[in-house]
Nanobody
Framework: VQLVESGGGLVQPGGSLRLSCAASGFTFSTYAMSWYRQPPGKERELVASISSIGGSTVYADSVKARFTISRDNAKNTVYLQMNSLKPEDTAVYYC?????????WGQGTQVTVSS
């Protein structure tokens, strides 16, 4: 089982990034997918989730109207489009696959928002 995040980096406030998480080793289309983040010195928190077929999404209040989660089950990939980025969005971003009782985490990708 692998979840490999990519797309992180350094961006100025107000900028955009698109994170990708490529999955392998399990039946991707049957798992709900989520993005979490862990800011420096803080606990990991949920950013957004999407159901297995993509019909339902949930967002943290802090990212609503700025971030969009989506998935392509044909490519076994989940995305997080991040717009209007703020310094407080700086964190390591992780993707997670969940179909109880099974769950998997990726290794994370750093996003830094700074001028």
């Amino acid at each position: 089982v692998q979840l490999v995040e990519s797309g992180g980096g350094l961006v100025q406030p107000g900028g955009s990034l698109r994170l990708s998480c490529a999955a392998s080793g399990f039946t991707f289309s049957t798992y709900a997918m989520s993005w979490y983040r862990q800011p420096p010195g803080k606990e990991r928190e949920l950013v957004a989730s999407i159901s297995s077929i993509g019909g339902s999404t949930v967002y943290a209040d802090s990212v609503k109207a700025r971030f969009t989660i989506s998935r392509d089950n044909a490519k076994n990939t989940v995305y997080l489009q991040m717009n209007s980025l703020k310094p407080e969005d700086t964190a390591v971003y992780y993707c997670r696959a969940l179909r109880r009782p099974s769950g998997f985490w990726g290794q994370g990708t750093q996003v830094t928002v700074s001028s």
